[in-house]
Nanobody
Framework: QVQLVESGGGLVQAGGSLRLSCAAS????????MGWYRQAPGKQRELVAL???????KYADSVKGRFTISRDNAKNTVYLQMNSLKDEDTVVYYC???????????????WGQGTQVTVSS
């Protein structure tokens, strides 16, 4: 069984910073891409940032230059450093990882439970 556990959300003033973490645990053979998504009430979940197993990254236009995604493969953990936070960044953030539990099984997308980020102006 695989679990993704997020941490680091909370309340921050506009212009401030937060760092989200997401650790994968359980039966893991390999992890491909890892990423962060966010979802506002009544809206579709959207990609915030993605990082491949090789370290290539992709960002939503709205966060480019402000957010940085990174990963520690030894710890099966992905991070999202969020700087210059704005009111519109106030949503629930979800971690996602494409994980192959065993060599004989296909990779599958696993999701964290979500962590709330609230930016106050």
């Amino acid at each position: 069984q695989v679990q993704l556990v997020e941490s680091g959300g909370g309340l921050v003033q506009a212009g401030g910073s937060l760092r989200l973490s997401c650790a994968a645990s359980g039966t893991i053979f390999s992890i491909n891409a890892m990423g962060w998504y966010r979802q506002a009430p009544g809206k579709q979940r959207e990609l915030v940032a993605l990082i491949t197993s090789g370290g290539s990254t992709k960002y939503a236009d709205s966060v480019k230059g402000r957010f940085t995604i990174s990963r520690d493969n030894a710890k099966n953990t992905v991070y999202l450093q969020m700087n210059s936070l704005k009111d519109e960044d106030t949503v629930v953030y979800y971690c996602c990882a494409e994980i192959r539990p065993q060599p004989s099984r296909a990779a599958f997308a696993y999701w964290g439970q979500g962590t709330q980020v609230t930016v106050s102006s």
